[in-house]
């Protein structure tokens, strides 16, 4: 896979949550938040896959679009949101808080813009 290009989310995926457009993510976005590996799950110990790590940024956004037209923004829309996640080749502890496996939990930055013709969905890092 090319990493400098956007990558565009599966139609049934975008449709699970609740995009109704083309949906792609930046590839600086897919690294940080969605990329995983099975090498990556032998380095953490974390069970994770790229499937449940696309839902969960897809989830998010789709919430910040909802919150972003329930505040009334109309036209190009654009809304900010995090996700948290476990990075690559950290060390995982497991699900227990109180053993500090939370503290292994990276919040990241991300914004969805809504527009364009034909309508399309983009998601990045807030820092792009």
Known sequence: MDTTLPIEVAPQFARAAGFRHRVIITAAAWNATVAW????????????????????????AAAAVRAAERAGQRGVLDAPFTVRRIPRGVPYLGDDDEDGAYEALTVVG???IVGGTPTTVTISLDDE
């Open 37 to 60: 590996s099975d090498l990556d799950t032998e380095q953490t110990g974390a069970l994770q896959d790229e499937v449940g790590r696309e839902m969960d940024v897809l989830t998010m």
């Open 110 to 112: 991300m914004y969805v």
